[in-house]
């Protein structure tokens, strides 16, 4: 048997347009998800899950050995940027918001986290991107938080 490198980290991915506005149409949204699944076999990391909203994205992706979270994002907003510009889907030059959130997922919460980002146009008739990312904060952000107290 001979030794390979290998992982299995998955990582739920969101991000925002610039300034958060709601921009996208629902043509488009299946347009940027077709392409965000096509780009990542294209790099050959495994998308198992995306949803993109109006506003904001939900990617669910199995993190590939030679990735780095950052280099990760970097791939998905630049080349969907570029899409999005080169397609003129947006009557602006299109760019994606500076930041990102990154969280892991464990093995046991696959099935909860992919149920939550396919039911997002749901989930949004209730609460805002802001008020989801605020929750999102608080549930990673406190442990965080605590631990640097100790």
């Known amino acids: 048997m001979s ?11 969101i991000w925002e347009t610039f300034d958060g506005d709601k921009i996208f149409t629902r ?7 077709n392409l965000l699944y ?3 076999k294209e790099k050959n990391i495994f998308m198992k899950i995306n949803f993109v909203n109006a506003d904001h994205v ?5 993190l590939p050995t030679n990735l780095s979270v950052e280099d990760c994002i970097k791939l998905l907003k ?10 003129r889907l947006t009557k602006t030059k299109f760019s994606w918001g500076k930041g990102y959130a990154a969280f892991s997922v464990s093995a046991s919460q696959l ?3 992919i149920e939550y980002i396919r039911n997002q ?6 609460k805002s991107f802001t008020e989801e990312y605020e929750i999102f904060m608080k ?3 406190d442990d965080l938080l605590s631990e640097k107290n100790r």
């Not at 939900?58 to 199995?62: E, F, P, S, V, Y």
Request: hydrophobic share 30%; proline share 0%.
């Open 58 to 62: 939900h990617a669910l992706i199995d």
């Open 121 to 126: 146009e749901d989930h949004h008739k209730i």
């Open 38 to 40: 096509d780009y990542c």
């Open 27 to 33: 043509e488009q949204r299946k347009n940027i998800s």
């Open 111 to 113: 099935k909860n986290v």
């Open 139 to 141: 549930m990673y952000g």
């Open 3 to 13: 030794l390979r490198s290998y992982n299995k980290i998955w990582i739920h991915f």
């Open 78 to 87: 630049g080349g969907s940027s570029f899409y999005i510009n080169k397609e």
